[in-house]
């Protein structure tokens, strides 16, 4: 993968392209037109090869890579997959589908926001430690905490944004670098963006980069051995949520079954390609001794594939349970999993206290036991 800028790009652009290679550990790449190369051809030996261009850019090809970011013409953040006939994938939180449904439906139709729903609110004289559910429509935030939910499968942050705009407060996790860079970028825009709606949610929401499952498995045991014991450290300093929210991505159906897919919309498909592709550079990571396992799938939005075949079947089955105990651990009130609308629920051990099922999935609600 690698950062992708133009050569026309002016000295502010390539410095914010050359920032965002440098925090995510990629390559820059300058792409280059074909009229440019025939020119260059003809004019051989003016610029001397390996040349800086602004920024300290090195010129290249971006040729052999899988994917790429980039910054769309109007400045958002883009995820692209050359050669695959996708247009680049970007978060968008103000505008197209999320955008229409935040404006239209302002949360209160929404499933996730049903499933997520607690009792209603108490008086403003409760108690600072008892949770309290999210805001009519009209509320004034300031007059009573709102209750905070962790989405620990953040993937493209469509649901932490739609709960965040129903009246909480949203703290998500998301290990891959690349797709948190998407939801940042998002995020900033809508900060500052006309929608006030907007800006209200994403001012409730923060972003954790990290595997969530090694985050809060370390935070649970108090073990300081792993890798990611500073980023656990961290979250055993968070406030404990009301609610924990779990996304895994819908396994992917074989072809000839008559189910579809929850990987149909050609963002999902790449998406699920570059998760594949993290996947398997750490796989390579581990086997030589330099990286840490327990990967998590990361929801429709996020994803994983664990292995292949039945191997990697058992193997995310099992991290799948694993990230459900330790969100059972952290959760005050409940667990909320988005599952297939026929699909199997996350554990066989534990039975959801009820479901909110809609046509396109199945909320699962788990009340933690007082």
């Known amino acids: 993968m690698a950062v992708l800028a133009a050569q026309d790009y002016s000295k502010e652009d390539l410095e914010r392209c050359r920032s965002l290679a440098e925090k995510l550990g990629l390559a820059l790449v300058v792409a280059r037109q074909e009229q440019e190369l025939e020119e260059e051809e003809e004019h051989q030996g003016e ?12 010129e290249a090809e971006p040729d052999g890579f ?41 949360g209160k139709t929404e499933q996730v926001v049903k499933a997520a729903a607690l009792p209603k609110r108490r008086a403003a004289t409760a108690a600072a430690d008892e949770p309290l559910g999210p805001p009519s429509p009209g509320d004034d935030d300031a007059k009573a905490p709102l209750p905070l939910l962790w989405d620990l499968t953040a993937g493209l942050g469509t649901d932490a944004f739609l709960l965040a705009q129903a009246g909480w407060r949203v703290e998500m996790f998301e290990r891959s670098s690349v797709v948190a860079a998407l939801v940042q970028d998002a995020l900033d825009r809508a900060r500052v963006g006309d929608d006030e709606t907007a800006r209200k949610a994403a001012s409730r929401m923060s972003l954790t980069v990290a595997d969530s499952t ?25 406030s404990r949520p009301d609610v924990v929210y779990l996304d895994p991505m819908f396994p992917q159906q074989k072809k000839g079954k008559k189910k579809k897919s929850a990987l149909v919309k050609k963002g999902m498909q790449m998406l699920q390609a570059l998760l594949e592709e993290e996947d398997g550079a750490e ?24 292995g292949e075949g039945e191997a990697g079947a058992v193997e995310g089955q099992e991290e799948e349970r694993r990230l459900f105990d330790i969100a059972m651990e952290f959760a005050t009130r409940k667990v909320v999993v988005k599952r297939p609308v026929h699909g199997p629920s996350i554990v066989r051990h534990v039975q959801p206290s009820h479901a909110v099922v809609s046509k396109n999935g199945r909320f699962d609600v788990y009340v933690v036991p007082p």
């Open 47 to 58: 610029r001397g090869e390996g040349e800086m261009l602004a920024g300290g850019a090195a």
């Open 66 to 106: 899988k994917f790429t970011m980039l910054f769309d013409e109007t400045g958002r953040l883009a995820l692209g997959q050359p050669g695959s006939g996708f247009n680049p994938l970007v978060v968008d939180f103000c505008g197209g589908k999320t955008g229409y449904r935040s404006k239209h439906q302002q």
């Open 214 to 238: 090694e985050v809060l498995a370390t935070a649970v045991v108090g073990s300081s051995s792993s890798s990611s014991a500073p980023v656990a450290r961290a979250a055993v300093g968070f």
């Open 283 to 306: 796989g390579e990571k581990r086997q030589q001794g330099t990286e840490p396992g327990g990967r998590t799938p990361d929801g429709a939005g996020g994803g994983d594939v664990s």
